[in-house]
Structures are given as C-alpha cells and as structure tokens.
C-alpha cells in the first residue's frame, strides 16, 4: 500500500472525487470516498500509529489484513484493520497503544500484576 493517488479518471473501479472527512486522535483529516482507513492515514503523512508490546511503531505492514499491524479503533470499535476498512464520513478514528504499563515505567500493584 502506498500514499500515491491515482486520478480518479484513470482508477479502474471507477471511483468518485466524492470526499470524506474523519478525524484521527480529534484532528481533522479528509481522503476520498472509497479509500481505505490506511491509505487515508498514509496521505496524511502518518506512517506509524500504533505502538507494539515491544515498544516498536507500527503502522501498514502487508496492506491485506493478515498481519494485524494498522489496528486502529473506529468510532468506538477496537482492533479495526486500517487497510480493510473503508473510510466513511464523519468516522473517529483513534490510534492504539499496545504497551504494556510497565514500559512506560507505571508500575503495577500485586494484584494488578497476576
């Protein structure tokens, strides 16, 4: 998947220049109907929006929904595929944070941890 926009004249499934305006973690973004949560994402200029258990940034890996690593939650829905889903107007999407507390040095009581 890339961030590159084919005019909508030449994209074989027709689509329209209808477009769309969502708001990600409360900002503002528009795309284009029909573009998916991902590509909308990508032409924004976010190349990551998740964090891994590792700590590591995470955003479209395989661009096909096997990998799991564009999750973003959708007007309340968590683990939402980016690359899957198909931006709709007025959607809110918010970025995930996968880590645990402790890597962000908040520590656990005793009966948190079991």
């Keep these: 998947m890339s961030p590159r926009l084919v005019p909508a004249g030449s994209d074989p499934v027709r689509r329209t220049e209808r ?4 708001t ?3 900002e503002a973004v528009t795309g ?3 573009q998916t949560i991902a ?12 964090t891994g258990p590792s700590g590591a940034r995470r ?4 661009g096909i929904g096997v990998c799991f690593d564009c999750l973003v939650s959708v007007n309340g829905e968590q683990d ?8 709709a107007d007025g959607d809110a ?3 995930q944070n996968r880590r645990p507390p402790e890597a962000d040095g908040i520590r656990q009581g005793p009966e948190e941890a079991s």
């Excluded at 590509?39 to 998740?50: H, T």
Aim: glycine content about 14%; proline content about 3%.
């Design 32 to 34: 284009i109907a029909g």
């Design 93 to 95: 999407v918010s970025t």
């Design 39 to 50: 590509g909308l994402l990508l032409a924004s200029g976010r190349r990551a929006w998740r």
């Design 19 to 22: 477009p769309v305006a969502v």
């Design 80 to 87: 939402v595929r980016a690359c899957r889903r198909r931006a």
């Design 24 to 26: 990600v973690d409360g």
């Design 59 to 62: 955003g479209v890996f395989c």
